[in-house]
């Protein structure tokens, strides 16, 4: 069963304190890897596509990296401005009939100042 | 400014009712999505459309509907038959069916049943 599982579920750091979210995937026919940002009550925002193991994405304080069983996203010296859900989502190839994203359930992540 | 709006924000339905949820979109898009998002689940695809006047099932289609009779509007009722329809409603639009495009998504509308 195609499967995306995002750790850790919740994840409360300093500001300043750098770490890393995870996203693993068991799925056949990967045609890439989404990340995106959701504030609370608000539709989510992209952030990076990765498209082949090896291949690594930055924006500000965050970095994408992409396996062939799972994708980091590596955070940078946060600030509070960063607290937010983080989550995950996997093209899947079939057949070319649909473009279907499937979704973790996200990492909510809690910056203190 | 080009993007995807969503109406209303919130929504209020009683049971046995039937309400229709807005999405228009400026983007050109050809492809159109809606999902529902459930605390502790991960988004959840309703249906889809590639292209207009044509639509397909998503993983939890029972209980709702949709058309597409112009590229800019997409829009979900949910109807009687959804035993659940409490949730965080989100629509999304896509370039093509390239697997290199994004999604990009509205702001959300939340359905609560009363």
């Known amino acids: 069963e195609d499967q995306v599982t995002q750790s850790p579920e919740a994840l409360r750091l300093q500001e300043g304190e750098s770490s890393s979210l995870n996203c693993s995937y068991t799925v056949s026919g990967l045609r890439g890897l989404f990340w995106y940002r959701q504030d609370p009550g608000k539709g989510p925002e992209f952030l990076f596509t990765?498209?082949?193991a090896g291949e690594e994405k930055e924006k500000e304080r965050l970095k994408a990296t992409l396996t062939k069983k799972e994708s980091f996203l590596h955070i940078t010296a946060p600030k509070p401005e960063d607290s937010a859900t983080y989550l995950c989502?996997?093209?899947?190839?079939?057949?070319?009939?649909?473009?279907?994203?499937?979704f973790g359930t996200g990492t909510l992540l809690a910056v203190q100042p | 400014d080009g993007g995807i709006t969503q109406s209303p924000k919130y929504l209020f339905r009683k049971e046995g009712q039937n309400v229709t949820l807005s999405c228009e979109q400026n983007?050109?898009?050809?492809?159109m999505y809606w999902y529902r998002q459930d605390p502790g689940q991960g988004l959840r695809l309703i249906y889809y459309s590639q292209i207009v006047n044509d639509f397909q099932k998503g993983d939890i289609a029972e209980g709702y509907s949709v058309s597409r009779e112009k590229k800019e509007s997409f829009p979900l009722t949910v109807t009687s038959a959804q035993k659940n329809p409490t949730a965080f409603y989100l629509c999304?639009?896509?370039?093509?069916?390239?697997?290199?495009?994004?999604?990009?998504f509205g702001p959300g509308t939340r359905l609560t049943v009363l």
């Open positions: 990765l498209y082949s």
């Open positions: 999304a639009s896509e370039a093509g069916t390239s697997d290199y495009n994004e999604q990009f």
């Open positions: 983007l050109n898009h050809d492809a």
């Open positions: 989502a996997v093209r899947l190839f079939r057949g070319g009939a649909t473009n279907k994203l499937i």
